[in-house]
């Protein structure tokens, strides 16, 4: 949170000096707890020339408990850190993610959040939504919107540089187009190490954990229309200084929101022993009650 707040200082000098710089002004404002705490930012935004890009995991969707959701999957991750397998580490981390994505019930962050991005776009605001999940998980991400009655902007329409194809855009294709855009050298200052594989269709971009703000800047150059205003949210800190390290690439005036509704939530079940028992139990009985009988391939594995 430290790192945040002084790049937000920092960032907002930049706005206050924004006649003597060569990019364009950045506005950071941060936490929120609740999309009624951008009530005014969001109202303020102009038709036909402002871009609303939300994460989804505790952004727009989150799972009813804590299984599969963002705290198991920092959890998970944090125990694969480990030199040593770790009491709860799961085998096929990605595998298992996405079954509970296809077999788990998730619910808005907020109720009433499927009308204001509905009103958001019958104001001439286009809203997107920009995810760490990967390609594969398209379907069952699809399905999970439709159910809580999210519909994202269906335009603008991606095309070269990013989206040279339909449907999944390889990892090698992702980075060239990134080196060509940026650099070499930029790609290694913000810890672009490789590209990895995505999609970007039905206004959903999902991007397999890659840097969202060369995402978003890679897309801002593929897309034919441009924006005046953009205002980006996200849940996960991570997000939120990459998206800040690399605001001067995006080329528009810039809204950094963390939100902060589910962060207590998230710290509690990583310090919490119990929760984690729990929750590796409740796992352990979905997989049993998966692979009875007749299995499916994917048992094999878990």
Known sequence: ??????????????????????????AVQQPAASYAELDATLAALPAGRSLL???????????????GGVA???????LEQSDEREPGEIDN????????????????????????????????VDVIALTARGPQYRDSTLEQLTRNGVEFSLSPECGP?????????????????????????????????????????QGVAMVAGQNKGIV???????????????????????????MTAFAPFIGSNLTIVHYTRFEEAVRRFLESSEEQRIVIEQWQR????????????????L
Request: with cysteine; net charge negative; aromatic share 6%.
């Open 161 to 201: 540089p990013l989206c040279n194809r339909r449907g999944t855009i390889d990892a090698d294709h992702v980075e060239a187009v990134a080196e060509a855009a940026f650099g070499r050298e930029a790609l290694i200052e913000h810890a672009f190490k490789s590209g990895r594989p995505l999609s970007m269709s």
């Open 216 to 242: 978003l800047a890679l897309l801002l150059r593929s897309w034919s229309q441009s924006y005046d205003q953009i205002v980006f949210v996200d849940d996960a800190a991570k997000n939120i200084e990459q």
């Open 286 to 301: 979905m997989r049993d009650a998966l692979c009875i009988g007749e299995k499916p391939d994917w048992c094999e594995s």
């Open 1 to 26: 949170m430290k790192n945040i707040k002084a790049r937000a200082l920092l960032l907002t000098v930049f706005v206050l000096l924004g006649a003597c710089a060569s990019s364009p002004p950045v």
């Open 53 to 67: 890009v939300l994460d989804l995991d505790n952004t727009v969707l989150t799972m009813d408990d804590a299984l």
């Open 72 to 78: 198991w999957y920092d959890w998970q991750q944090l």
């Open 93 to 124: 981390e990605l595998a298992v993610q996405g079954i509970l994505y296809a077999t788990r019930d998730m619910s808005l962050t907020e109720p009433g959040l499927d009308e204001r991005i509905a009103s958001l776009r019958a104001a001439g």
